[in-house]
């Protein structure tokens, strides 16, 4: 059985279909900025190293600012009661933390300026409506 072939793209371009950075992605464009071949274990190990400090740090602060972009903080959820679809009754859920981001007023209100609802939201099927 043959296994399926993948699609050859570039990193910038599935970037740029999926707005997603990858490994490799991030390694060329450091390479890049740098005008240097830098080996990819080096760029995944400094990423890796700053995701735990930052990880440190919100757990002993509860909340990391990023200068006027935004701030990560915990935010707790209260017990509430949900539907369990595999035992057919209702539960109560458990009280748990979880990551949320907010931004910055400015930085919102110019991105809701940018948005263009219409070309974001615009529909895929060209079907039309038959009898």
Not at 1 to 14: A, D, G, H, T, W
Not at 114 to 127: G, P, R, S
Request: aromatic letters at 10%; glycine letters at 4%; charged letters at 30%.
């Amino acid at each position: 059985m043959k296994k399926p072939q993948k699609e050859n793209q570039s990193s910038l371009q599935r970037f740029k279909a999926t707005g997603n950075v990858d490994r490799r992605f991030l390694w060329q464009y450091v390479a890049r900025k740098l005008k240097n071949t830098i080996p990819v274990a080096h760029v995944s190990s400094v990423v890796s190293i700053l995701l735990e400090e930052m990880a440190t740090e919100l757990v002993t602060n509860g909340s990391i600012r990023i200068g006027n972009f935004g701030k990560f903080f915990f935010s707790t959820i209260i017990p509430h009661n949900r539907y369990n679809f595999h035992k057919f009754e209702k539960v109560m859920s458990k009280e748990h933390n979880i990551l949320r981001f907010k931004l910055k007023k400015i930085v919102k209100i110019f991105l809701v300026k940018k948005l263009d609802l219409v070309e974001t939201f615009k529909e895929t099927d060209n079907v039309e409506e038959g009898t």
